[in-house]
């Protein structure tokens, strides 16, 4: 929700001033009114309601038969743009304003990311799944199957979302992935049908754990609180053992991230989920001071200048060797890192379009890639460690 922000002019003569007190009272008391819930959904952010410990996108209030879900959906600002009315009794009256009201559990979701279906599968509620973005994404052998029987849509498998299909399956909920500027994230065709949808922005999220939280937030649309904070609690427990197992390390390798698309490359800014994960696997990220959450696009002289002698270089897109590296450009060779043969990417596991299982579920299991890290930034420190990879290969 945004803070009513206006001007009001009014020009009024002696006869009109009781009519002015009025409009004052009421305008006075309607913006009291928005201020109350903006107060009010911020509060349950800073103070963590709802068993949201990490997470700053979003809040979840309980109210017994019926939940508030709020998303802090603005990448630069702590504003509610969305409020959801959770109901478990359909039949409640008086209930607060909210941009939408749902009767839960949903019984048909629509995930326009293979992150998001594979979480609702996680869930144990695989038949509420109705449809998903693109199956050419999908590692999942559940979701595949449920795909190839035909119980499941694909409503996005172009750049933009299939409107007349998505009408005609009339889901409760659509989830689809935003980048924080409600202007551009949300189909302005899909915003004129009413139809419910939930713009995620996880992965503007500053740690690990706060963007694996977010599955109490797709749990409160079915109903699965319980399993949601079982399989977190699970996840934060183990993230923070091998927290602590890398924070004894003394010598921290430098490293950097991606590679070059078209003219930019998009490095993980200094307040993101990723770099709290290097530093969390005892590395050095050499864009740690930046303050983004989000990426920095960065021209290759640039990270050139900066990451020439690095000591790894991690998640290099699809690229499975050296060679198909240096097909995207030449000068990669002239890091350091590339040199040595410190390459690793997380394409251990792909489908047989060479989309990483990494994707589905590694948002839900950060604990799994800090295991990887820990793994490949300090072998010495194997012997506490699972050994096995779960998503990262060297690339020779």
């Known amino acids: 929700?945004?803070?009513?922000?206006?001007?009001?002019?009014?020009?009024?003569?002696?006869?009109?001033?009781?009519?002015?007190?009025?409009?004052?009272?009421?305008?006075?008391?309607?913006?009291?009114?928005?201020?109350?819930?903006?107060?009010?959904?911020?509060?349950?952010?800073?103070?963590?309601?709802?068993?949201?410990?990490?997470?700053?996108?979003?809040?979840?209030?309980?109210?017994?038969?019926?939940?508030?879900?709020?998303?802090?959906?603005?990448?630069?600002?702590?504003?509610?743009?969305?409020?959801?009315?959770?109901?478990?009794?359909?039949?409640?009256?008086?209930?607060?304003?909210?941009?939408?009201?749902?009767?839960?559990?949903?019984?048909?979701?629509?995930?326009?990311?293979?992150?998001?279906?594979?979480?609702?599968?996680?869930?144990?509620?695989?038949?509420?799944?109705?449809?998903?973005?693109?199956?050419?994404?999908?590692?999942?052998k559940a979701i595949i199957e449920k795909h190839k029987r035909g119980q499941l849509k694909e409503l996005a498998k172009m750049p933009q979302i299939d409107l007349e299909q998505t009408v005609v399956l009339s889901p409760d909920i659509i989830f689809t992935f935003g980048m924080g500027d409600g202007a551009k994230d949300l189909d302005k065709k899909l915003q004129q049908s009413r139809m419910p949808v939930a713009v995620s922005i996880d992965h503007l999220e500053e740690s690990p754990l706060a963007r694996a939280e977010w599955i109490k937030f797709f749990a409160a649309f079915v109903d699965k609180k319980e399993l949601a904070d079982s399989i977190f609690d699970g996840v934060e427990k183990n993230y923070n053992e091998l927290k602590k197992i890398a924070s004894s390390v003394i010598n921290r390798p430098t490293v950097f991230n991606e590679i070059k698309y078209s003219d930019s490359w998009y490095m993980p800014g200094g307040k993101s989920f990723m770099a709290q994960l290097l530093n969390d696997a005892g590395a050095d990220y050499l864009w740690k001071g930046d303050y983004s959450p989000g990426s920095l696009p960065l021209s290759f002289e640039q990270v050139y200048a900066k990451a020439k002698d690095a000591d790894f270089w991690i998640n290099l897109s699809a690229v499975n060797t050296k060679n198909e590296l240096l097909a995207f450009e030449s000068r990669y060779a002239e890091f350091s890192a590339f040199k040595k043969g410190n390459l690793y990417n997380n394409t251990k596991v792909t489908n047989d379009k060479g989309y990483s299982i990494y994707w589905e579920t590694g948002m839900i299991y950060p604990n799994r890639i800090l295991n990887d890290l820990i793994c490949i930034f300090h072998p010495e420190l194997n012997q506490s460690l699972n050994k096995q990879l779960y998503y990262y290969r060297r690339v020779e």
Request: aromatic content about 16%.
């Open 1 to 140: 929700m945004k803070t009513l922000q206006r001007e009001v002019f009014l020009k009024f003569n002696f006869m009109s001033f009781n009519f002015f007190k009025i409009f004052c009272l009421v305008f006075f008391f309607h913006s009291c009114q928005n201020a109350v819930e903006i107060k009010k959904a911020t509060d349950f952010k800073r103070n963590k309601n709802g068993g949201v410990k990490y997470a700053k996108r979003f809040a979840i209030s309980e109210q017994g038969q019926y939940l508030i879900v709020y998303i802090f959906g603005n990448r630069n600002t702590s504003d509610t743009t969305t409020t959801f009315v959770l109901l478990r009794d359909s039949s409640l009256k008086n209930l607060p304003k909210a941009n939408y009201t749902i009767k839960i559990p949903c019984k048909k979701v629509a995930a326009l990311s293979s992150i998001y279906a594979t979480i609702f599968y996680e869930l144990g509620v695989l038949e509420t799944l109705a449809a998903i973005d693109n199956i050419d994404y999908v590692n999942n």
